[in-house]
């Protein structure tokens, strides 16, 4: 049986007769699979199964956030560049952080059977919930590629940058998500006022409007806002055609390492004790 | 074999008696904290079964979640050498909204299987299982027996030495006593371990042949099941 890693107090039988190496290969392949088993399975809660968990994973992001961009794209007559498509690339990978911090504040309730039967590689927690959300998320990718066809942007070689950019957002989700499952059962009564505090730094960031057109007083200061930098390396990417500057990156990966750095060392000693609390 | 030195397990309230964690007490700075298990001595020897006896609030959930990794100890060392199975609610770690393929599989891969061995297992457990056709249908629409045969069967596929049962076996019906018994005993002949709670003596006799006597968190009497089940009902009694 796989454990956790031991505390001062506990004592596990050692595997022995093996080197470091094969050890650290299993103990990934094992993480993986616990990774998968555990995304899969909310994956499974989230969309059912039968011949409708294709249309609801399609069709959820449309309900979540297309219909706002249809009243953005063709009822409203805002100024600006592709409006629509400015607004696709701050709304979606503000979802990826957003909705994973909202499933990791609930995900031990959803496993508390499993929780208090055995023990699992719980560090893996919040991975899984930005595994989870990424799934969902990469259908709303759709939509960026729909209101870049609306506005008729062509997309260039720099949209190669994507996974990289992705792999910012993804890292930042899951910093979010260490925090989040903490947060959810420090602050079980706030976890309303936590959503909305996440949710009002979408408009502490250029989310509604490019950075280049909000006022240059504030600017500076909105940089600061890790949601900022995704934002407009979004931009870049699928809208300008250009490469996101290196801030754009390195802004939200620094906030990420930052909350990682707090937050795990934290998660890592709380997560002995979520058996007694779910 | 298991081996406990001075075993504690520590839980802490906040004010309205709510069971939070570390960070939570210390992030709150009020509240209470309490052993659930203090300074529990004691080791179970290969292929013994043993039963844990004592009243409601004793310590022995607390000390089962422990043998099966659920807890681990806030003071102390636990030495378990062996895989563990655990069987601690009806629930049996199983998701309702799951079906008991499903269920099966993320249960496996959870215990330690690769994805490939558990895929490979779903064969096994469901026959074991004995559900048929229901191994395909959603856990919320099965009965306790049902859940609880799935679980175990589950629990199995990791072809466990240690069994750790928690009054799960008292509130099933008497063919899965009789499937529980008989694989609880075949675990303890091949030289495993099983521990097991509950009120129900006679069954804890049927698979025990130790007894291990918790009052408020601690060992009061440890030994042969046959001396002291009559000393802990004896105490009952008079009190």
Not at chain 1, 226 to 233: D, H, N, R, S, V
Not at chain 2, 88 to 102: M, V
């Amino acid at each position: 049986m796989n454990r956790e890693a031991p505390s001062p107090g506990r004592a596990t039988t050692a595997v022995g007769g093996e080197g470091a190496v094969p050890g650290l290969l299993r103990s990934l392949g094992g993480s993986i699979d616990v990774l998968r088993a555990l995304t899969e399975s909310d994956i499974r809660f989230r969309y059912g199964r039968g011949p409708f968990r294709f249309a609801r994973w399609l069709l959820d992001p449309v309900a979540l956030v297309g219909v706002y961009l249809i009243l953005v794209t063709f009822v409203l007559d805002l100024p600006g560049e592709a409006p629509g498509l400015s607004l696709a690339c701050a709304v979606i990978p503000f979802q990826l952080v957003m909705l994973t911090i909202a499933n990791a504040m609930t995900t031990l309730e959803l496993r508390r059977p499993i929780l208090l039967n055995m023990t699992f590689r719980r560090m893996l927690l919040p991975i899984s919930a930005a595994l989870t959300e990424s799934v969902a998320f990469s259908s709303s990718l759709l939509l960026i590629i729909a209101m870049m066809a609306i506005y008729g942007v062509a997309p260039t070689w720099n949209i190669l940058w994507f996974p990289l950019v992705l792999l910012v957002n993804l890292l930042l989700a899951i910093a979010a998500a260490y925090a989040a499952i903490l947060f959810g059962i420090w602050l079980r009564e706030l976890r309303a006022f936590v959503v909305s505090f996440v949710r009002a730094l979408f408009f502490l960031a250029p989310g509604l409007v490019p950075l280049a057109e909000t006022s240059e007083d504030v600017r500076d200061l909105l940089r600061l806002n890790p949601l900022t930098g995704l934002f407009e390396a979004y931009r870049d990417v699928f809208m300008y055609g250009t490469r996101p500057a290196s801030w754009e990156l390195l802004f939200p990966l620094t906030a990420a390492l930052i909350l990682l750095a707090i937050f795990v060392p934290l998660y890592r000693s709380e997560q002995r004790h979520f058996a007694k609390v779910v | 074999m298991i081996v406990a030195e001075e075993v504690g397990v520590q839980f802490f309230f906040n004010r309205h008696m709510r069971v939070v964690t570390p960070g939570e007490a210390r992030l709150r700075g009020q509240g209470l904290t309490t052993w659930g298990l203090r300074d529990l001595t004691f080791s179970i020897e290969r292929g013994v079964g043993t039963a844990l006896i004592g009243p409601s609030g004793s310590g022995k959930t607390t000390l089962l979640r422990v043998l099966a990794g659920v807890y681990t100890p806030d003071r102390g060392r636990i030495e378990i050498r062996g895989r563990v199975a655990s069987l601690l609610s009806i629930d049996a770690g199983l998701l309702a909204l799951l079906t008991g393929r499903e269920n099966a599989l993320l249960l496996g891969v959870l215990g330690g299987l690769s994805r490939r061995s558990a895929m490979r297992a779903l064969g096994a457990v469901k026959a074991r299982s004995a559900l048929g056709e229901a191994f395909e249908r959603p856990v919320l629409t099965y009965s306790q027996g049902m859940k609880a045969r799935l679980g175990l069967a589950v629990a199995e596929e990791a072809d466990p030495e240690i069994l750790v049962l928690d009054e799960v076996h008292e509130a099933l019906d008497h063919e899965f006593r009789h499937f529980l018994q008989e694989r609880a005993r075949a675990l303890i002949e091949a030289g495993g371990i099983v521990v097991a709670a509950g009120h129900d003596h006679p069954m804890l006799a049927s698979l025990c042949s130790r007894a291990l006597w918790l009052e408020s968190g601690s060992v009061r009497q440890h030994g042969p099941f046959e001396e002291i089940q009559p000393r802990y009902l004896e105490a009952v009694r008079s009190a």
